[in-house]
């Protein structure tokens, strides 16, 4: 998709600067910004929500791979992509080349998570270890977590890691799940394992959101022959408070609106919704709202749910956003590139007022 005539990011300190004239008593709430991950041409497609311009794009170029995964963090952007091993950094503001750091021949990086400005944790499921990045110097250390682990979270001062344990070879079409799945949780001052959380459902998990209620929600896709399962944890007693089936086969991704709505993206289902104060399925398989190839999902400030459909990674196609209001109408249509495949709602800090 072809950006728009300017550079895209020259937009953006505009904005986040309407409403900081001196006589502002206080600073405007922060300009939220969509970002999607498109694999099929290495770009990330962006809008602005509060502005009427139209979507623009940001070519990633050679960052070692095919970006997979995204977290961002203010205005800081993280790609991972998988077994190409690398992991690309990019300010949204600054609009420089992505920073790329590869990691070792062999290596595949997953699932990535900040915990600070500085600090972030990637997944390299290809040798069941976590590493913790310093984004300021480079500096890595590795942990060793459990089998094949991908999604990564963190919540109350430490960071949880999904393993997926999955069989590395296997004759059946993959995914080969060798059995449940389970949490592994770090404490990252000390960059050190210190629990394991066993989870009920049927492996392959691939996403864990934080809710609005602050536990946290790990979804299992299973093999494609069961039914997906959402466990729910609590992630200070370290154990699974719940959970509920019915997600029909391989759900890829959740996406919470920090209250108490949970959404589930699948390809086969489309788009469901788990209540987190009634856990009650709201939707589920046979109930969810059809989607193209859905991959992901995230919530803004003001409920809109923006559903990524990837458009088919085997051909031209186009990938697209799909915008539905909080009561699940559909409000409007944004264009991204090929294969969509992540998105992230990021809230660039304001500039300094003027004096």
């Given at each position: 998709?072809?950006g ?10 505009v904005?986040?600067?309407a ?6 008593p206080s600073?405007p ?25 139209p ?32 992991l ?11 920073l790329?750091h590869?990691?070792?021949?062999g ?8 915990v ?11 040798i ?19 089998r ?7 919540s ?9 344990n999955l069989?590395?070879v ?17 404490d990252?001052?000390q ?8 989870l ?13 209620d ?27 408070v ?14 919470t ?13 489309g788009l ?40 088919g ?12 209001r ?30």
């Open positions: 998709m072809a728009p005539p300017f550079h895209p990011l020259r937009l953006l300190p904005l986040l600067a409403g900081c004239a001196a006589t502002t600073a709430p922060p300009v939220e910004m969509l970002v999607v991950l498109n694999a099929g041409d290495a770009t990330l497609s962006w809008l602005i929500l509060s502005a009427s311009e979507p623009g794009s940001i070519v990633l170029g050679a960052i070692g791979g095919t970006p997979a995964r995204l977290a961002a963090r203010g205005a800081q952007v993280l790609i991972t992509t998988g077994a190409g091993g690398t690309a950094r990019i300010d949204l503001l600054a609009g420089q080349s992505p790329v590869r990691f070792p021949d290596v595949s990086a997953g699932g990535v998570a900040f600070n400005d500085s600090i972030a944790y990637v997944a390299n499921p290809s069941d270890q976590v590493t913790r990045i310093n984004l300021r110097s480079g500096d890595t250390a590795s942990v060793a977590v459990g094949s682990p991908d999604a990564v979270a963190v109350r001062g430490r960071v949880f890691v999904a393993n997926r069989e590395p296997c004759e059946e079409a993959p995914p080969c799940v060798a059995g449940p799945s389970w949490l592994s949780v770090i990252p001052e960059s050190q394992l210190v629990d394991s959380i066993p009920f459902g049927p492996g392959n998990a691939t996403a864990i959101e934080v809710g609005g602050g536990l946290l929600y790990v979804l299992h896709a299973g093999t494609g022959d069961s039914d997906g399962w959402l466990s729910i944890v609590d992630p200070v007693l370290r154990t699974e719940g959970g509920v089936g019915g997600l029909g086969a391989l759900p890829a991704d959740l996406a609106d920090r209250r108490e709505r949970l959404f589930i993206i699948s390809a086969a289902e469901m919704e788990f209540n987190t104060r009634t856990r009650r399925l709201i939707r589920g398989a046979g109930g969810g709202i059809p989607l193209l190839g859905g991959r992901a999902a995230v919530v803004d400030d003001a409920g809109l749910i923006y559903a990524v459909e990837s458009g990674c085997a051909g031209p196609a186009e990938g697209r956003v799909r915008v539905f909080p009561n699940l109408t559909e409000t409007r249509i944004v264009a991204t590139g090929p294969c969509a495949v992540d998105a992230v709602i990021v809230k660039p800090p304001p500039p300094p007022s003027a004096e």
